[in-house]
């Protein structure tokens, strides 16, 4: 069946450090694959997305690359800001049918000045 | 255009009691989801409506757990009776059609004590 594996968390960085999140997946077919957040308080909030091999998704100065040939989608971000602290999701998105997403655990990111 | 609300956003009830817990989607989305994040593992998918039509239950845990979505617009998901492994954030989501489309609503934390 479908599934994602994701970094366990948590994971704590000085401001501006580099950031990368792993993430793995499974999956028949060719599903999209996003990356939510879910800020302190909040609820979930659609990060990033790519819907294709080697499209890549981008947003708020993360990015995220659709690789095929190692079933990856890991998250990065250049230089972390204390306002990324959150816990951040992988997700695989089924086509057809009921169009369901596959979340991974989270990985809990806490930024500090 | 409002966002998806879901109400209340805590409960905290006993063992043996019923919770009900609500979501209005975007207006005019068809598509509605359930989904819940018991403590530190993946945010499972539980069922999804097509307008009032239930789509997909797959994921309801068991027949504790009750949707419904009356005149295809608001959605109520009743638990009764609660057990305290029923305790998690539930998250509602909406769409218009595919998955890259979905908006997430705050969730509802449950905690049955």
């Known amino acids: 069946g479908n599934s994602v594996t994701q970094m366990e968390g948590p994971v704590t960085l000085s401001e501006e450090a580099f950031l990368t999140i792993n993430c793995t997946y499974t999956a028949t077919g060719y599903p999209s694959l996003f990356w939510y957040v879910q800020y302190p308080g909040e609820g979930l909030q659609l990060l990033l997305k790519?819907?294709?091999?080697?499209d890549k998704g981008s947003n708020k100065g993360f990015e995220a690359t659709y690789r095929k040939e190692t079933t990856s989608f890991h998250l990065e971000k250049g230089s972390v800001q204390v306002s990324d602290s959150a816990v951040y999701f992988c997700?695989?998105?089924?086509?057809?049918?009921?169009?369901?997403?596959?979340f991974g655990k989270g990985t809990k990111l806490t930024v500090n000045p | 255009e409002a966002g998806v609300t879901q109400f209340p956003s805590h409960s905290v009830i006993e063992k043996g009691q019923t919770v009900t817990l609500r979501c209005d989607p975007i207006s005019g989305h068809d598509n509605l989801y359930w989904y819940r994040r018991v403590m530190g593992k993946e945010i499972k998918f539980l069922l999804h409506?097509?307008?009032?039509?239930?789509?997909?239950e797959s994921g309801m845990p068991n027949n504790r757990f009750l949707a419904e979505r009356t005149g295809g617009t608001y959605s109520t998901l009743k638990v009764q009776p609660a057990e305290l492994e029923d305790s998690g954030v539930y998250f509602c989501a909406s769409s218009q059609g595919a998955v890259r489309g979905y908006t997430f609503g705050s969730g509802t934390r449950l905690t049955v004590v």
């Open positions: 997700a695989l998105g089924t086509q057809g049918g009921s169009e369901k997403l596959v």
């Open positions: 790519a819907t294709k091999a080697d």
């Open positions: 409506f097509v307008k009032e039509s239930k789509q997909d």
